[in-house]
């Protein structure tokens, strides 16, 4: 009894002896394959032909030719299995992975809760113009310190002034000498 292994072996056997028959013959008789080919060209030049004439046509419609109409069956193709994969995906298991330990409590905001209602609050209870009456005091301390500052210049200049008066008064001509009559020696 034959098994199904040696059948196939035979079939596939058979097969290729005839397959072999074949080629010899077309390789034998080369005007076959030269007037296939020729047929086969004259056939792939009809295709472009009447695609261009097709495309040409719906271009004169205002239509999209059939290559765009590939590129867009494509592209919506593309955006369609990203649309089943976003659909597919589990959101809260994802939300839950990127989140986990990185949520604060409600009871870990009160503190930083209450910070910031003191901080509203002490801006409300200030004046609008408490930084400018801050400066004002500020100038008025500094002034009275150059008014004291002053006044210790006036006594230090007004006892001085008072030795400048004791002193005899020469004047000196545009040669640098003292004038007739007066002695060098008194300055």
């Known amino acids: 009894m034959i098994t199904w292994m040696e059948l196939s072996d035979q079939y596939f056997q058979w097969w290729q002896d005839a397959a072999a028959s074949y080629v010899d013959l077309f390789k034998d008789q080369p005007v076959l394959l030269k007037a296939w080919g020729g047929f ?5 030049q009809m295709k472009k032909i009447a695609d261009q004439v097709l495309d040409e046509f719906w271009r004169a419609v205002r239509l999209a030719s059939g290559e765009e109409i590939v590129r867009l069956h494509e592209r919506l193709n593309v955006l369609e299995s990203h649309l089943v994969e976003l659909k597919e995906r589990d959101w809260a298991e994802e939300v839950d992975k990127r989140f986990a330990g990185k ?21 409300a209870e200030a004046p609008a113009d408490h930084g400018v009456r801050e400066g004002i005091a500020h100038l008025e301390a500094k002034l009275a310190e150059l008014l004291g500052e002053v006044g210790e210049v006036k006594k230090i200049v007004h006892r001085s002034s008072s030795s400048l008066d004791a002193r005899p008064v020469t004047r000196k001509g545009a040669t640098g000498r003292a004038p007739d009559g007066t002695s060098d020696a008194a300055e």
């Not at 086969?40 to 792939?44: C, I, M």
């Open 103 to 123: 949520v604060v409590a409600p009871e870990d905001l009160k503190p930083l809760r209450k910070r910031l209602d003191g901080m509203e609050k002490q801006i």
């Open 40 to 44: 086969l060209d004259q056939s792939l």
